[in-house]
């Protein structure tokens, strides 16, 4: 008789985390009721599982809804900088991009990504904030262009071309009013 996996292990060692590929093959062998319920008690302890199950249910299908309520969430982020010094700058800035990549982590769209990070460089360029080289907000620009042009690589050569153009605008400081 082969015990479950978790009878198996040793109770003293501490607990190791269990590979996609058995959680999958596992959950293949529920119910669907069982399944509900193992979804609702992930969403019930963290808020991250909850949001990315509500993404999941509700928006998936919404994808430019989703995208344009995002954008909205990055626009009051970004309304509420704290310029007082370069410190609260930097820090609400990095703010802002871990929501702005939260969002991306549950869509999983490559041209989703692209819009929403297009969107934040976009917007860190009009804020009047110095974006030198070799400073961290300057970095954390650079490290955006560069994950920009890694994922518009990625799309269809028409939408290549469409974000060719957003992009060149919003290079160190041309970006413009829209």
């Known amino acids: 008789m082969v015990l479950p996996l978790w009878l198996s292990r040793n109770m003293h060692e501490k607990m190791k985390t269990l ?4 959680l ?4 293949a062998t529920r119910p669907p009721d069982e399944l509900a319920t193992l979804c609702l008690q992930l969403a019930k302890y963290k808020k991250e599982n909850k949001e990315l199950l509500g993404y999941l249910l509700f928006d998936s299908n919404y994808e430019p809804e989703y995208i344009a309520g995002v954008k ?4 009051g982020e970004f309304a509420e900088i704290n310029r007082s ?6 820090k609400s800035v990095r703010k802002t991009l871990r929501t702005t990549n939260k969002y991306i982590r549950y869509s999983g769209r490559k041209r989703t990504e692209a819009d929403l990070r297009i969107y934040f460089c976009t917007l860190l360029g009009r804020q009047g904030i110095p974006l030198k080289p070799g400073t961290a907000l300057g970095n954390i620009f650079d490290g955006q262009m560069a994950k920009i042009g890694k994922v518009v690589s990625a799309l269809h050569e028409d939408l290549q071309h469409d974000y060719a153009e957003e992009i060149r605008l919003i290079g160190r400081g041309s970006v413009k009013e829209t």
């Not at 590979?19 to 058995?22: A, D, H, I, K, T």
């Not at 999958?24 to 959950?27: A, D, Q, S, T, V």
């Not at 010094?85 to 930097?90: D, G, N, Q, S, V």
């Open 72 to 75: 909205k969430q990055i626009d």
């Open 24 to 27: 999958k093959k596992e959950l």
């Open 85 to 90: 010094t370069l410190y609260f700058i930097k």
């Open 19 to 22: 590979s996609l590929n058995l």
